[in-house]
């Protein structure tokens, strides 16, 4: 695995499941938290800086991405993950940490920060911003709602699942081009991801992913939708690459208010990347990431 170091498999426990998870490292943790269509090795590039940092970097699959931690009832829910984030910390005996995300990821990392900003010393998230103020943002950026197509496109059961796996997973490189344009990915790790696609379960869960967030009617909807609209008290780091081709970079500038972020807010823009910046340009992105995490690790302040 390019860039790695001394990477380990462990295996998380939370939620009455089994997590796989990639570790590195010594010292306060750090969790990261990875998107959609994506797995957990694409913070191969981020781990190892953080164990030279003095930091244990744990990666976990995110709950459906493995036959081992997709759950009975199908929930899908972000508040459901946030509390798998809960549950990894209490398996590894954590009571805080640093927690990164992008893509879901980030959903997720805004969301365990508002339920839990006691368990958190500092959130970063990555290409996607908080979605308190996203009606706002699209009215003044209705581009971003062609951008967002996909999204609309997964409801369509059995005709997306058909479409996503069809001509060799074509339709993740797809996403990947659009998304990154004129980043060229490492084949490599293309073929690695349609190994985790290809898993039993896994296509399925990554688009309930979309299905449970559309949901209107249940409990868990209405846990999600609080837990990702609400104000966070914790500090928050959020990178967005300047030619994201998901989610417009100038939503930042709309939806990202110091009002919303007690905690404190930074928010910076990687230029010449896309949707995959901390791949894209791992060192700018690891630079800004360590920076955010040692200001606020109290043990090195």
């Known amino acids: 695995m390019e860039g790695t170091g001394d990477i380990r498999k462990i295996t998380l426990k939370a ?4 997590f796989p998870a990639l570790e590195t490292g010594s010292g306060p ?3 990261l938290l990875h998107g959609f269509p994506d797995h957990n090795r694409t913070w191969r590039l981020q781990m190892p800086a953080l164990a030279a940092a003095g930091f244990r970097a744990i990666a976990p699959v995110m709950r459906g991405y493995s036959p081992s931690c997709q759950p009975r009832d199908n ?6 993950m946030a509390e798998d984030v809960l549950g990894w910390m209490d398996c590894l005996g954590e009571t805080k940490c640093h927690l990164v995300g992008h893509d879901w990821g980030a959903i997720v990392t805004y969301a365990s920060g508002t339920i839990a900003p006691d368990r958190f010393h500092s959130l970063t998230t990555l ?5 308190r103020r996203m009606p706002t943002g699209l009215r003044e950026l209705p581009g971003q709602i062609r951008n967002s197509w996909y999204m609309i496109f997964f409801q369509l059961r059995i005709l997306a699942d058909v479409i996503v796996e069809r001509n060799d997973w074509a339709f993740i490189e ?3 081009r659009d998304w990154s344009p004129g980043w060229q990915w490492p084949p490599e790790e293309m073929a690695e991801l349609k190994k985790t696609f ?6 399925k869960a990554a688009l309930n992913y979309y299905r449970a967030f559309f949901d209107p009617l249940s409990q868990a909807s ?3 939708r609080a837990a990702t609209t609400a104000r966070i008290n914790v500090p928050t780091l959020a990178l967005t690459g300047e030619a994201d081709g998901c989610m417009d970079t100038r939503l930042y500038d709309i939806v990202m208010r110091a009002e919303d972020f007690p905690g404190g807010l930074q928010v910076e823009r990687v230029k010449g990347t896309g949707h995959f910046l901390h791949q894209e340009n791992p060192v700018e992105v690891n630079r800004l990431v360590l920076n955010w995490i040692r ?3 109290p043990e090195t302040r």
Do not use: K
């Open 15 to 18: 939620s009455g499941m089994d």
């Open 29 to 31: 943790l750090v969790l």
């Open 75 to 80: 929930d899908y829910h972000v508040i459901r």
């Open 127 to 131: 290409a996607v911003p908080h979605l």
């Open 174 to 176: 797809r996403l990947w």
């Open 198 to 203: 290809g898993q039993p379960g896994v296509r």
């Open 222 to 224: 209405r846990d999600t």
């Open 295 to 297: 200001a606020h690790q």
